[in-house]
């Protein structure tokens, strides 16, 4: 890769952990008024796929016209907001190009972020998350294959 379409990646790259950075920490926090632990359980989910089908649910059958936009956001926006993490990292980064070096990384900063969020009431830990924000990894490390430029 040329030095200044690497050093562009790169800013790019960065800048990109940057936002992502302040769009997943740096909100308010929430507080239901009840004791800590009591708000961190009420926030995980650990069973796989179960937003992911209740919001396809509500967008197929659009059984609640309210929730649908979140239902939308949440499924799609999971999905396009790691695209750009599974474009530049392996560009960037040879040795995530290989699927399974990139997609164990992945997941450890999926975790990471997933936990980090739960533990300072900034939002859920929810394993359809992992899973559509991987997905949208995935998207952009194929993308980024495919672009060998």
Not at 14 to 40: D, H, I, K, S
Not at 58 to 76: H, V
Request: a positive charge; hydrophobic letters at 55%.
């Amino acid at each position: 890769m040329k030095t200044s379409k690497k050093r562009l990646e790169t800013a790019l790259f960065w800048a990109y952990c940057a936002v992502m950075a302040l769009l997943l920490f740096v909100r308010r926090g929430y507080n239901l008024g009840l004791p800590y632990w009591e708000q961190v359980k009420m926030n995980v989910n650990l069973t796989p796929f179960h937003s992911i089908y209740g919001y396809a649910f509500l967008i197929i059958r659009r059984t609640n016209t309210y929730l649908l936009k979140n239902a939308i956001i949440n499924l799609f926006g999971n999905i396009a907001v790691f695209i750009p993490y599974g474009f530049f990292l392996p560009r960037l980064f040879g040795r995530y190009r290989a699927f399974g070096r990139f997609v164990l990384l992945t997941l450890a900063v999926l975790l990471s972020v997933e936990t980090l969020q739960l533990i300072t009431l900034r939002g859920s830990f929810d394993v359809d998350d992992i899973i559509l924000n991987l997905l949208g990894g995935a998207l952009g490390w194929l993308a980024a294959r495919l672009i060998k430029a």
